[in-house]
Every structure is written in structure tokens, then in C-alpha cells.
């Protein structure tokens, strides 16, 4: 079993910069980052793959935020700038067990951290 710890959210406005923090409890394989804002399904933000880090974004993201991840230390990142508006959602890490597909949607994870709130503000 691996628990995952997200940190890093906060309030920040339009045009600003954030970054997100994943912690794992052990190895992990792909790691990916949703969001979810109220009465909406949970959707995908960004994955890396954890052997050769290929990465994945969801088309509105990509150019603005970059994920990352540290596998010494169990960490993912997941930096984002030009923030907007719409950004506004709580985040969410998750991991897979395996490096595999299915990075796009929520049911291809088995781990979930317990999300961090993210405020962009107008």
C-alpha cells in the first residue's frame, strides 16, 4: 500500500505561479495529477511515466504547467504557471502500478493522495 501526500496549494492570483508537491509512501510507477471542482467529475491535469519520465497533459495545461518527478525520493511535481481562473480546483496526486496506458483517466490509478486546494483568483 502506498499513501501519497500532495502540498504546495494555496491562493494566488491570475498570472501567478504554484507549484504542487507529491510524497509517496513507497516506489511508485506512473504518476498522474487531477483536479475536481464541485459537481464535476475529477479530471486529468498531467502523468510521467517513472522509467523513461514521458509525459502527458490534458490540452489546456500543456505549454503552462510541467510535471516532474524525483524517484530517489519518491516525489512528483507538478509546476504551474500562467495560472488562471479556470485553474481554480482541488488537486489531486495519484500513482499507478504499473508504467503502462490508461494515463488518462481516473480509473487507471490505484493510489490517491488527499488533494490541496488550488484558488486562482481574477
Known amino acids: 500500500q502506498v499513501q501519497l501526500v500532495e502540498s504546495g496549494g494555496g491562493l494566488v492570483q491570475a498570472g501567478g505561479s504554484l507549484r504542487l508537491s507529491c510524497a509517496a509512501s513507497?516506489?511508485?510507477?506512473?504518476m498522474g495529477w487531477f483536479r475536481q471542482v464541485p459537481g464535476k467529475e475529477r479530471e486529468f491535469v498531467a502523468a510521467?511515466?517513472?522509467?523513461?519520465?514521458?509525459?502527458y497533459y490534458r490540452d489546456s495545461v500543456r505549454g503552462r504547467f510541467t510535471i516532474t518527478r524525483d524517484n530517489a525520493k519518491n516525489l512528483a511535481y507538478l509546476q504551474m504557471n500562467s495560472l488562471e481562473p479556470e485553474d481554480t480546483a482541488v488537486y489531486y496526486c495519484a500513482a499507478k502500478k504499473t508504467d503502462s496506458h490508461n494515463y488518462y483517466y481516473t480509473w487507471g490509478y490505484t493510489y490517491w493522495g488527499q488533494g490541496t486546494q488550488v484558488t486562482v483568483s481574477s
Open positions: 510521467i511515466t517513472s522509467t523513461n519520465e514521458q509525459t
Open positions: 513507497g516506489r511508485t510507477f506512473a
